[in-house]
């Protein structure tokens, strides 16, 4: 049992309250999601579980937080370690071992048990997290997926009570997500552990939590309670609650079962009136009949090969102005390595890339950033400077505009940034809506953006999405690299899926969303007859008024 | 089934003595024969592709060593010897730069000298090379007494930073690209000193707290304050001897009493940490390898072929 009372927290002693007397009671053997907008204290609330809060980050706290009854402020960390298990949300980063197996046993190690115990705990971690393929396998060689699920793994061999994990799938491919969330509720349900996780994405993880702890970004408690009852009124929810609540469904579903119940009982008359819309020519028919000279940007017959890996293999895609595209793929399929050659980040081993009509990899300062450019996963990457303004009058200089004009790009985007503020120092979203703005000043004729939506909750995703289709309507051609199933549903015209570096689809965003399970949007999934994508377009097609 | 491992000290023992076989012998041949044994042994028992492409990095190093040795023989060489191969333009220097005279007279002593000494440098490392790319060297810390392992452990995962930091590196330098600047030169260098520096402590940040919550650096079982103080000291006596030790090898008037008492000092205070750390143990070990007559024979066979080497030269 978690138990949390009257705790207080601040970063300095006369700085903001970050939580002010905050109660709550997680309960033994159920699995609790972390929910609220960025910015919120996620992170935090999860550091004050093992007291990594505030021993790494400094800051002051008082109240008391108890797991299974230990006072876990008055503990170091490093003697919570067989009571609260903690993952980091960047696990490759932190492994120490050469190999998946000794990984496993560092905790064994430092908990001081006898070689018999060692090994027979190892074999059962292994056994329960799947690794026994990865078991001698280097580190540095693990996928996204298997890496977290070797951390977990890491964690678990201590035989916690309480694991803690902060964003676990946030790097994660769909596929991947699903095998990470599989393994944490097989702990939740096989061998009672309490699992405490945050997560932005809730269409992926909302079906599997027991409790929702919902922060609101003020000081006071969380509220509290199962999903059904905090989604009522919480403003981040996943698309199929908001569909539920548009709908009026009673009880409100939270799988995407308990959704499929509701359309087929309560709706068919509904569903009868509409047959499935006739479809329009798929892009694959439409394709032959656009002039090919119309293209903004292309790759032909594109190869890059890493050392002995082959990143992309005869790749040829042509992209059009005033057109979304989403890349999809699993990590590691070479959606970032197209991206980069697109930006001229990488020379390609063979084939050709255009774009606007000259190949990006010989262009530099001023001739590349007005033709294309490039919001990297990390946005942080691309400030240097001490304060926003700062950063915006540089990136005038670097692109040659009139003083003011990233000013005025930038609160177009977003109004509430402060000039002041240390680039660094904003929320994820304000972050990216910084990096667009210095990226979008110099006008680049092509725009891609790798990983957009990481981090980000559901408004700030709305206010993106209202951001990029204001940028198509300008005529501009952008490319997403995603794993955000829910938002390419909401933006996107054509969807690429890439695998181990070839195109393996490339469509219509509907024909290709609609056909792959691994990529269908929570709509598709609750109206299987339909073609509908988003929540907006299942309303209309209900006969809902929104 | 898995694979016999030997035992963590079997290869490293082996590299070191064939380093002093490479140390003590004139010979080319037997430097050229330690040089293929070392590469063959590595290529026989590699655990996996991995491995061996450390031992690549070693191999680049070695040819390195040799040509550097090479072309300073070239540049420099030796003006005692007579027996004259080629002659190179001449170019002498001012006497402020200790005037020597470079280029000149090439002569097969000064060129055979130097193919000698690079090649002895260039087994050196390969046996190094070979040892750490057989067994990483986090596996021979783990057999090492504790006190040692944590020093051990803290210069590994240092190490292991260097790899993220030209991650970071690049990254920057790709942001600078995006941004349409200069990427190259001094100025793009100190603009990615901030971002760098910044990601690589919250990197650190982040394996530290990694590594505490799953309980590294607790102690198991009670230890006495005594015994705690003691180790601290002496940990921090090996520390300051081993720097008066330097001092006294490097300064110039080099006094024979005092380095030695430099050197008793550390040899002491080393003895006392690891007898008082040995009741301090923060840790077990999984799936300890133990010694076998593999290791044996494999330490037997280094051991033969330096005695040989010795004697004969």
């Given amino acids: 049992m978690i138990e949390l009372s009257q705790v207080s927290f601040r970063y300095s002693p006369h700085g903001k309250a970050i939580f002010e007397d905050m109660n709550f009671v997680v309960p033994d053997n159920s699995l609790a999601l972390v929910t609220g907008p960025t910015g919120a204290g996620k992170s935090t609330l999860l550091g004050l579980l093992n007291s990594h809060v505030p021993s790494f980050t400094g800051g002051q706290v008082s109240g008391q937080v108890r797991v299974c009854g230990v006072d876990v402020l008055a503990s170091r960390p490093r003697d919570l370690a067989q009571i609260v298990g903690v993952v980091p949300q960047s696990p490759r980063s932190c492994f120490i071992a050469d190999t998946v197996e000794t990984e496993i046993a560092f905790a064994l190690e430092q908990i001081g048990l006898d070689d018999t115990s060692m090994r027979k705990r190892v074999e059962e971690v292994i056994d329960l997290m799947g690794l026994q393929h990865l078991r001698s396998r280097r580190l540095s060689r693990l996928s996204g997926g298997e890496a977290q699920r070797v951390a977990i793994g890491a964690v678990l061999v201590a035989h916690p009570k309480v694991l803690i994990l902060d964003e676990p799938t946030s790097a994660l491919d769909p596929v991947a997500t699903e095998e990470v969330i599989a393994a944490l509720k097989r702990l939740v349900d096989d061998l009672g552990m309490t699992v405490v996780l945050s997560e932005h994405r809730l269409e992926r993880v909302s079906e599997a939590a027991d409790l929702v702890i919902a922060l609101d970004g003020s000081t006071g408690a969380p509220k509290v309670g199962t999903p059904q009852e905090i989604f009522q009124s919480s403003e981040i929810v996943p698309p199929l609650v908001q569909l539920g609540r548009a709908a009026n469904w009673q009880p409100l579903p939270i799988t995407i079962r308990d959704g499929r119940r509701h359309a087929l009982s309560q709706l068919r008359p509904a569903l009868e009136r509409k047959a499935p819309s006739t479809q329009a020519p798929s892009r694959a028919a439409r394709n032959h009949h656009e002039a090919a000279d119309e293209s903004i940007a292309s790759v032909t017959k594109l190869r890059v090969d890493y050392q002995a890996n082959r990143a992309l293999e005869e790749t040829t895609l042509v992209f059009q102005p005033g057109e979304v595209t989403a890349v999809m793929g699993r990590n590691g399929s070479g959606k970032t390595t197209l991206l980069s050659c697109l930006v001229g980040l990488i020379d390609p081993t063979a084939g050709v890339v255009q774009v606007a009509g000259l190949a990006p990899a010989g262009l530099t300062g001023k001739a590349r950033i007005s033709r294309v450019g490039l919001v990297p996963s990390e946005p942080a990457d691309l400030f240097f400077c001490e304060s926003v303004k700062d950063e915006c009058d540089a990136s005038d200089v670097d692109a040659n505009l009139t003083s003011g004009t990233t000013r005025a790009v930038l609160a177009e985007l977003a109004t509430e940034i402060q000039q002041d503020g240390h680039p660094r120092d904003l929320s994820e979203g304000q972050q990216l809506c910084l990096a667009l703005a210095i990226t979008c000043a110099a006008n680049p004729q092509v725009l891609l953006m790798d990983e957009p939506t990481r981090g980000l909750d559901y408004p700030s995703k709305q206010k993106l999405a209202e951001v990029l289709l204001r940028l198509r309507a300008n005529g501009r051609s952008l490319i997403i690299a995603t794993h955000d199933v829910e938002f390419v549903a909401t933006i996107a015209d054509r969807v690429v899926v890439l695998a181990q570096g070839d195109v393996v689809a490339d469509d219509d965003s509907r024909t290709v969303l609609t056909s792959s399970p691994m990529f269908a949007p929570q709509m598709k999934k609750i109206f299987p007859d339909q073609d509908w994508l988003t929540v907006s377009e299942a309303l209309a097609g209900l006969a809902v008024p929104a | ?313």
């Fill in chain 2, 1 to 313: 089934m898995k694979p016999r491992v030997n035992h963590p000290y079997t290869w490293w023992t082996a590299a070191l003595v064939l380093s002093i076989g490479a140390a003590v012998t004139s010979s080319i041949w037997v430097l050229a024969l330690l040089v293929m044994v070392v590469i063959g042994t590595v290529l026989a028992f590699h655990p996996d592709q991995d491995s061996l492409r450390a031992f690549k990095g070693f191999c680049y190093f070695a040819v390195i060593a040799l040509g550097v040795r090479m072309v300073f023989a070239l540049i420099i060489g030796n003006p005692f010897a007579t027996d004259v191969l080629f002659t190179l333009p001449e170019l002498a220097t001012p006497t402020w730069l200790g005037g020597l005279t470079l280029g000149g007279e090439v002569t097969s002593t000064a060129l055979t000298n130097a193919l000698l000494e690079g090649l002895r440098m260039a087994a050196i490392v390969l046996a190094v090379g070979a040892a750490s790319s057989l067994t990483p060297p986090v596996k021979v810390l783990s057999k090492l007494p504790s006190a040692v392992y944590e020093v051990g452990l803290t210069v590994l995962i240092a190490l292991n930073t260097v790899p993220s930091l030209a991650k970071d590196i690049s990254r920057t330098q790709t942001a600078l690209k995006l941004r349409g600047r200069k990427h190259s030169g001094l100025r793009a260098l100190a603009t990615a000193l901030t971002p760098t520096m910044e990601s690589s402590l919250r990197r650190s940040m982040a394996l530290a707290a990694f590594m505490e919550s799953r309980g590294y650096g607790r102690l198991l079982g009670e230890v006495t304050l005594f015994r705690r103080g003691v180790v601290s000291i002496s940990t921090l006596m090996v520390l300051a001897f081993t720097a008066l030790s330097l001092a006294a090898l490097m300064s110039a008037g080099f006094q024979e009493t005092f380095g030695a008492a430099a050197l008793v000092g550390l040899v002491t205070a080393f003895v006392i940490l690891i007898v008082a750390s040995r009741g301090m143990k923060r840790r077990t070990e999984y799936r300890p390898v133990s010694w076998g007559s593999a290791d044996l024979a494999c330490v037997a066979l280094a051991l033969a072929a330096t005695t040989s080497i010795w004697f004969l030269s």
